[in-house]
């Protein structure tokens, strides 16, 4: 039985093709394209050599769930996030979301199932978009910042949660000529400080995972790490997490 | 006499020379990423349009986000006290101004001198920040210019933009986007939701007349029309709103010559 | 059923009452504040009135009385807390307070009121403040005074820290801050027979009589009341007429309605998947989010709010022979006041009574007493009857930050979590 | 070493104190607020031990209190999570604020020490009733203390204990007049450190120290430096001197502060004479120095004696963030101090300063202003 998910961020939609709960292909483009979700589940069936019809159930998630017309079904973020990162780490019970405007935390089951969740959503500290603002202000692209900011060796405070402030904040540390990679491990921790305490909230169960673009980022993953005291695992396609969750779910539907 | 006043903003870096109170010359200059080079970038253009050298100064104030980090400042004076004084040498009968700068907005109430009476600045949050309309202006893909022009010309209805976040505001521009609103209407609601803010932020000081608003803001009609309409007095604006806080603090390096010197404090 | 029957249903009711009962209780709601006015105009001194002291003094001795979080919560209905919540803050009030009284200093503040609140307020003579039940209440009575420039007086609630065995002291303590209230009335003219502070006393034991019948009621399955018709008609009633034989005659109504409903099994929704408990205020503004989860198959069968104000407790515990310490006991046990073994016992006794399967607790950015309690209630929730409990951002008087889309996509969440732990499967 | 630099040193590891006093067999208990009536401690024997925060970020707390709570009540509550309270054999609260009252809700939920008492003193000073019913309280409190002491507290004891208390009290006011010249003899932050200090030390050795700190301070040498505005410092509670040392690095002289940690804590003397459990009755519902208590006129008249006293020309008043009580007294008193021609700025901060750039920029505006 074949499957999509398509996760329709805020930032970037993601797309994946299933057969049962082996993954035949991915696409990821951004939102902001003409017709994005039909670009990713096009890009998928392509790559897999497969067309339109082979595939009985799409679920469509994300921000801009409602707005996929080929979705057969939908399903919030927050119980795809939970089935994918199962599905990927079955040791997962807390699993942190980092996407680019929120974050989320939930804590589930073996089986995938939600059990509790936190959201932020008021304020865009700790998001991705935050990383983003940080990225250009620093002139360090996004995919090189948690590695440079591993290489610091002074423990640099960035306080401001606000995007905007937490700019100038940078930009007065850089007028300090405090080296970037110092910076950069403040940036991280602070963030990573934040989705501590949301971790904390939900309940810090063992095995954490981390999804999400943000969950690439090494230099966040190593500050929860130290501050949680406890391992949290990356799989190896963080970003799909919510898309191969939401083809699980639309496989489902379609057998029950 | 000649004195000088170097603003180190957010953004920009400004120096002006003043020549026995009549503006000589002044330089703008992006910032850099080292403030102390930014101030003497703009002083430099400062002095080689009046055609002076450093040597020549013989007060400096400095002003702005990166006050205390100007290597050539014989002192330093908050951007506040600064606007106040160089609105005043522009319009002598201001009392209430209106500064907005990229991160900061100030509400300033001074007195005939141009003296500071009370005052009031946004808070942790940007919101309401100039630099909220520079995003949005990256997000829609328009000239930071046109948007008070456009914004004036609503076709379907102002939009309600309800986050405060930039960030969030950004997504709801996205939505109103996908629902087909068109980019004037979302920028109407953009000036409308910061005029609100910043309307609070004056109410804060209280309001009297001549009202003046400077920053880089003062270029943007949509959201000065918007303020003047709840404020109820039209802005006066000058002809180089940005300058404003380097002039101030090229004053107060005269009046502190001027003292040092035991001279009467006359323009 | 299918969904666009659902819909259909949804349709019917989104945020509207759906009981005749709700309807006569704000009629009565009506006439109450017009009866103010009419007082005024007649030359009585019109009391303002803050912080939820006990109404049965005020019908007792006829005072006309403007309750001003029943005047905030109203305007709130109405949207328009937004622009006096802007005008507070224009005022040098900090964002961050409650909006309930950011609206109320917004109102003292501004001589451009809109024509909804021009109607229902009349310039109060005389200022009652009270320290009952949170620092907002108790500083921002302050403002309407130095305004105003009225008399005013002050009534001490200490918190009850010692759960359901209140000591006898800080009973007498209240019941002396009382009678120091009813002093200050005299002084500026009313007139105090115990007697009918007795009867009044006596009106509030029947009314929380019929409240407990009406709340057995209300656990049926399917329930017969949800929370928008709660709100309207219990939290209505009590926040302005308890005290009165119009409020007992009403609770008798809606006692009666409802139990017809449930004797024929009529429900809200003829098939409930899920049943909710709210804790906290839901966006007035918006009321249709309470009937939301129907799309669900779910239902907001108990909210806190029904009781704002009101406060819920054993009739027995109010003794017309002693009716200021009844009514000093009566504000020490309301569940609004700032201690919180009552407020947990009281949640996990309504999870299990009435068969909630969800609660949905709301941050209030400007309150520090109920959501800085949200945790407490999350893990009683938990461990007392393991149920599940989501928190959402929302301020359920000032609409400027609602964002409907996104609250309506968190509340998607949380039943979808709710339906699949209950089936076991994806959904 | 000076009486100054001991004082100041040892408010920089207060846990020590508290620790020594543990160590030596004592029984410590810790309390919030200005309305807690330490005689009534120190006569059983206990050691009471005032909680401040630290500059440390708040991190386990957030999971059980929404971020729109007070910081420093989160900090504190951060603190005991991480086990950094350990050291206290429990938490004594005065009914005050809405985050205080939370706090005694979850420390009783999740920190479980031997004591978590709430004195339910009224919030309407001045008032007959209220008097008897603290009285009550206290007296009740009393006999709390003594089960858990397991001693009595006599009249005897306590009245010792205020002679005590009342001496510390008058004490630091004779180090406060050296804030009254016209170049004060001691600097904002250093008056901090030696009131924090004197609440932390057991009372005979912080009795001693200003006794000498008095002899030094005639005769400094070295006094701070001050040429600017006059300033009084108020608000919510402030714990570090951070806030006040920026005021005085911008150019501010700050000669009073009406702070929890300052002149709050020792600015009204017990009475000596009579039942002392009425006398502590009567000081706590006699002080107007906590914008949580009615009415708010005694307490205007009590910050403008304070305005006279130290002869203040500015008032900044440093307010945290989602602190109600204050941030409501702050507007309707910068009213009533600038109509007394007293320009006042209210200024929202955060416990774990951040932004110090923007808050510096405020505060050298205003003083530019005066």
């Known amino acids: 039985m074949l499957s999509i998910g398509i996760d329709a961020g805020s930032l970037t939609t993601k797309a994946v093709l299933m057969e049962e709960s082996k993954v035949l292909s991915r696409a990821l483009v951004h939102s902001s394209t003409r017709n994005a979700a039909v670009a990713a589940i096009d890009e998928c069936l392509a790559k897999a050599g497969l067309k339109a019809g082979d595939v009985l159930a799409i679920v469509a998630t994300g921000i801009g769930r409602n707005e996929v017309a080929q979705a057969t079904g939908h399903a919030t973020e927050i119980i795809c996030d939970a089935r994918g990162a199962v599905q990927a780490l079955p040791d997962a019970r807390t699993v942190m979301d980092l996407g680019a405007e929120s974050s989320r935390l939930i804590r589930c089951d073996s089986s995938g ?140 539907r379609n057998k029950s | 006499m000649k004195t000088a006043g170097v603003d180190v903003g957010s953004l920009a870096g400004k120096a002006l020379i003043l020549e026995d109170g009549r503006i000589l010359s002044w330089g703008l200059v992006p910032t850099g990423p080292d403030s102390a080079e930014t101030a003497t970038e703009a002083m430099d253009a400062a002095l080689k349009q009046a055609g002076l050298t450093l040597g020549d100064i013989e007060f400096i104030v400095s002003t702005g986000y990166g006050r205390v980090v100007v290597p050539f400042a014989h002192k330093n004076i908050t951007e506040i006290s600064c606007h106040a004084k160089g609105s005043n040498y522009f319009f002598p009968g201001v009392r209430t101004i209106l500064d907005m700068g990229g991160q900061d907005c100030k509400a300033i109430r001074c007195d005939g001198t141009g003296k500071v009476v009370n005052f009031a600045m946004n808070d942790k949050c940007a919101a309401g920040a100039g630099r909220s309309m520079e995003v949005m202006a990256d997000l829609l893909q328009i000239p930071l210019v046109d948007i008070g022009p456009r914004s004036l010309n609503v076709e379907k209805g102002e939009v309600s933009v309800s986050s405060t976040c930039t960030v969030f505001a950004k997504s709801e521009v996205l939505a109103h986007l996908r629902q087909g609103a068109p980019t004037n209407d979302i920028l109407a609601g953009l000036c409308a939701a910061l005029a609100t803010r910043v309307y609070g932020l004056l109410k804060r000081v209280g309001i009297e007349p001549e009202f003046v608003i400077s920053g880089g803001i003062a270029k943007n009609v949509g959201v000065v029309a918007r303020v003047e309409q709840k404020v109820g007095l039209k802005a006066s604006i000058c002809f180089e709103p940005q300058i404003v806080g380097a002039l101030g603090a090229a004053i107060f390096a005269r009046e502190t010559l001027l003292k040092q010197q035991k001279k009467p404090v006359t323009a | 059923m299918t969904a666009k029957e659902l819909d259909a249903k949804l349709n019917l009711q989104a945020g509207r009452p759906t009981l005749k009962s709700t309807i006569d209780a704000s009629r009565a709601r009506k006439e109450y504040w017009a009866g103010v006015k009419e007082a005024k105009r007649q030359g009585k001194p019109v009391v303002a009135a803050f912080g939820l002291l006990p109404r049965e003094i005020w019908h007792a001795m006829g005072v006309p009385v403007l309750g001003m979080e029943s005047l905030a919560l109203q305007v709130a209905a109405r949207q328009l807390s937004g622009r006096y919540c802007q005008v507070a803050t224009e005022m040098g009030f900090a964002s961050e307070l409650c909006a309930l009284h950011l609206s109320l200093l917004g109102i003292a503040g501004t001589s451009q009121r809109d024509a909804f609140v021009e109607d229902l307020l009349v310039e109060p003579d005389l200022i009652v403040g009270s320290t009952f039940a949170c620092m907002s209440e108790s500083k921002s009575f302050l403002v309407w005074k130095e305004r105003l420039g009225r008399p005013c007086h002050v009534v001490d609630i200490p918190i009850n820290a010692s759960g359901p065995g209140v000591p006898g002291r800080t009973v007498a303590y209240v019941a002396e801050e009382l009678k120091g209230l009813i002093a200050f009335l005299r002084s500026n003219g009313f007139e105090y027979d115990e007697a009918k502070l007795s009867q009044a006393v006596d009106c509030s034991r029947r009314t929380m009589e019929l409240w407990t019948r009406i709340e057995e009621c209300r656990k049926a399955v399917p329930a017969p009341m949800g929370a928008v018709d709660a709100l309207l008609c219990i939290g209505n009633t009590l926040v302005s007429l308890l005290g009165t034989e119009t409020c007992v005659t009403l609770f008798q109504s809606l006692l009666d309605e409802i139990s017809s409903r449930v004797s024929c099994r009529r429900g809200l929704l003829d098939e409930e998947r899920l049943r909710l408990y709210l804790v906290g205020i839901p966006p007035l503004y918006h009321l249709d989010l309470l009937d939301y989860p129907a799309k669900h198959g779910a239902v907001v069968v108990k909210s806190d709010l029904d009781f704002f104000g009101g406060c819920m407790m054993s009739p027995d515990l109010l003794d017309p022979g002693r009716p200021l310490e009844s009514l000093a006991l009566k504000q020490l046990s309301d569940i609004v006041n700032p201690c919180f073994d009552n407020k947990i016992e009281n949640a996990v006794r309504t999870i299990r009574e009435y068969r909630i399967d969800g609660v949905i607790g709301l941050n209030k950015r400007g309150c520090r007493n109920l959501p800085a309690s949200l945790r407490l209630i999350k893990d009683a929730a938990w461990k007392g009857a393991h149920i599940p409990m989501a928190v959402f951002d929302l301020d359920g008087i000032d609409p400027r930050e609602y964002n409907d889309a996104l609250v309506k996509a968190n509340v998607d969440s949380f039943m979808e979590t709710l339906v699949t732990s209950r089936t076991g499967t994806g959904i | 070493m000076s009486a100054l630099e001991t004082l100041r040193k040892s408010v920089k590891d207060p846990q020590k104190i508290a620790g020594e006093a543990k160590a030596a067999g004592k029984k410590v208990l810790g309390y919030r607020c200005v309305f807690m009536p330490e005689e009534i401690l120190h006569a059983a024997g206990i050691v009471p031990f005032p909680v401040f925060g630290t500059p440390e970020a708040v991190s386990l707390s957030d999971a059980y209190f929404q971020p729109n709570l007070c910081e420093f009540i989160r900090n504190i509550f951060d603190l005991a999570l991480k086990g950094k309270l350990d050291y206290l054999d429990g938490l004594v609260l005065c009914n005050t604020c809405d985050a205080v009252r939370k706090l005694y809700d979850h420390w009783k939920a999740y920190i479980g020490s031997p004591v978590c008492y ?92 200003l006794k000498q700190l008095i002899l030094e301070l005639k005769q400094r040498a070295n006094p701070p430096p001050s040429h600017g505005p006059r300033i009084m410092v108020t608000g919510s509670i402030i714990d570090n001197p951070a806030l006040i040392r920026m005021v005085e690095e911008v150019g501010g002289t ?12 020792f600015w009204y003397s017990v009475d000596e004479g009579g039942d002392p459990l009425a006398a502590l009755a009567r000081h706590t519902t006699e002080k107007p120095v906590c914008a949580c208590m009615h009415p708010a006129e005694a307490r205007l008249e009590y910050m403008m004696d304070l305005v006279k006293e130290y002869r203040v020309e500015g008032i900044i008043y440093f307010n945290l963030m989602y602190c109600d009580p204050f941030l409501y007294e702050g507007v309707m008193f910068k009213k009533k101090f600038e109509e007394r021609g007293i320009p006042t700025i209210l200024l929202e901060t955060e416990h774990t300063p951040s932004g110090m750039g923007q808050l510096k920029t405020r505060v050298q505006a205003f003083l530019e202003m005066l």
């Open chain 4, 118 to 209: 709430m004195i339910n003193n009224p919030q309407r000073q001045f008032t007959e009733a209220g008097l008897k019913y603290q009285y009550q309280e206290l007296g009740e409190f009393r006999r709390a203390m003594e089960t858990f002491a397991g001693k009595p507290v006599t009249d005897d004891a306590l009245r010792d204990s205020i002679r005590l208390h009342n001496q510390t009290r008058s004490l630091l006011k004779q180090v406060y007049d050296f804030r009254k010249p016209d170049s004060p003899l001691l600097s904002g932050e250093e008056a901090m450190d030696v009131v924090m200090a004197c609440m932390v030390l057991p009372k005979d050795r912080a009795n001693a120290l």
């Open chain 1, 113 to 252: 199932r939600v059990t509790d969740f936190v959201l932020n959503d008021k304020c865009a500290a700790g998001t991705g978009v935050f990383m983003d603002a940080m990225s250009k202000a620093l002139r360090v692209p996004m995919p090189d910042m948690g590695e440079l900011s591993l290489k610091s060796t002074q423990d640099v405070n960035i306080t401001s949660m606000c995007v905007v402030f937490a700019e100038s904040e940078v930009v007065s540390q850089i007028h300090r000529k405090v080296a970037k990679e110092d910076i950069l491990s403040g940036i991280h921790k602070s963030i990573a400080t934040r989705l501590y305490g949301m971790l904390n909230r939900v309940g810090n169960e063992k095995q954490v995972v981390a999804v999400g673009g943000l969950a690439r980022n090494i230099g966040v993953i190593k500050w929860i790490r130290e501050l949680a005291g406890t391992e949290v695992l990356v799989p190896e396609y963080p970003e799909y997490a919510g898309a191969v969750g939401a083809a699980l779910i639309a496989a489902d």
């Open chain 4, 254 to 265: 700050v000669v009073a502060d009406d702070l929890c940690t300052t002149t709050r804590y």
